[in-house]
């Protein structure tokens, strides 16, 4: 499996951009969906996730309100819309395939198996 990840920049604060994950294979539909970020310095954390079905949908605190996670399984395809960014928000972006047939996303980046390589993000004040 290998996830590609893409539509990082640079934007000022109070911007948007729209993050891409693109997962090779047939069975992306199955899998829950996550994206995580590390910023400089920081540990890896958890940003948001949607479930297999795309009913459900979880967000870190820091995040909810501004970005929203949606899925297409038609294009193996997960999206994060980042609104409002901030400059902390900076960080690189991961998206990561988490648990098989499940409505219920973890938040612990072990539980995930198969990470993008990131893209970066940058906020400026």
């Known amino acids: 499996v290998q996830l590609q990840a893409s539509g990082g920049g640079l934007v000022q604060a109070g911007g948007s951009l729209r993050l891409s994950c693109t997962a090779s294979?047939?069975?992306?539909?199955?899998?829950?969906m996550g994206w995580f970020r590390r910023a400089p310095g920081k540990e890896r954390e958890f940003v948001a996730a949607?479930?297999?079905?795309?009913?459900?949908?979880y967000y870190a605190d820091s995040v909810k309100g501004r970005f929203a996670i949606s899925r297409d399984n038609a294009k193996n395809t997960v999206y994060l819309q980042m609104n409002s960014l901030r400059p902390e928000d900076t960080a690189v972006y991961y998206c990561?395939?988490?648990?098989?047939?499940?409505?219920?996303?973890?938040?612990?980046?072990?539980?995930?198996?198969?990470w993008g390589q990131g893209t970066q993000v940058t906020v400026s004040s």
């Open positions: 294979g047939r069975t992306f539909r199955r899998y829950v």
């Open positions: 949607i479930g297999w079905s795309g009913t459900k949908t």
């Open positions: 990561a395939r988490g648990s098989t047939f499940s409505d219920y996303a973890s938040r612990i980046p072990k539980d995930y198996d198969y």
